[in-house]
T-cell receptor
């Protein structure tokens, strides 16, 4: 079983839709949870960062973490064609000798005008 | 712009050759990470350096090596290149152990 599971999609939605992206994980030691956006052939860009359980909102983006269910989500409201990209979840926590960060495989999102 | 720089942007070389990829982290970041991303694949963690010392290794081949210099820039050396090594190579830097900021990547093509 992979430590982080993320549906690769693709996910196709009409402009203005609410998008829900999710990841599940198995390592209860993870403490920090991130979402990255990656446009084709570009470096991943940090979108959201949360520590422990709860919600965090930034503009049209909301990140949710449910540590009891080992489940994290990213919601995009009023989706735009410019949101078309691959979204990667990432999580990190203490590991032998330091910290460990694991990335999901990424979900490819297409927002149609 | 994340503040992380990588050179070169593109690299085309032949099988069996050796190349060096360079990364400069964001000002003040002590951690540097290297990742490989093949076509339509996820990020594969290669190696992590913190303030000049190797901290963690991922699925890094023995033909690959890296180092972080006193000025904190890092180099990833790839030798005896094979066709399958063609990929995007990303460097990321981190102020702590949680968030990572990625550079624009180096696209390596092995012919």
């Amino acid at each position: 079983q992979k430590e982080v599971e993320q549906d690769p999609g693709p996910l196709s939605v009409p402009e203005g839709a609410i998008v829900s992206l999710n990841c599940t994980y198995s390592n209860s030691a993870f403490q920090y949870f991130m979402w990255y956006r990656q446009y084709s052939r570009k470096g991943p860009e940090l979108l959201m960062y949360t520590y422990s359980s709860g919600n965090k909102e930034d503009g049209r983006f909301t990140a949710q973490v449910d540590k009891s269910s080992k489940y994290i989500s990213l919601f995009i409201r009023d989706s735009q064609p410019s949101d078309s990209a691959t979204y990667l979840c990432a999580m990190s926590g203490p590991n032998t000798g330091g910290f460990k960060t694991i990335f999901g495989a990424g979900t490819r999102l297409f927002v149609k005008a | 712009d994340s503040g992380v720089t990588q050179t070169p942007k593109h690299l085309i070389t032949a099988t069996g050759q050796r190349v060096t990829l360079r990364c400069s982290p964001r000002s003040g970041d002590l951690s540097v990470y290297w990742y490989q991303q093949s076509l339509d694949q996820g990020l594969q963690f290669l190696i992590h350096y913190y303030n000049g010392e190797e901290r963690a290794k991922g699925n890094i081949l023995e033909r690959f090596s890296a180092q972080q210099f006193p000025d904190l820039h890092s180099e990833l050396n790839l030798s005896s290149l094979e066709l399958g090594d063609s990929a995007l190579y990303f460097c990321a830097s981190s102020p702590q152990s949680d968030t990572q900021y990625f550079g624009p990547g180096t696209r390596l093509t092995v012919l």
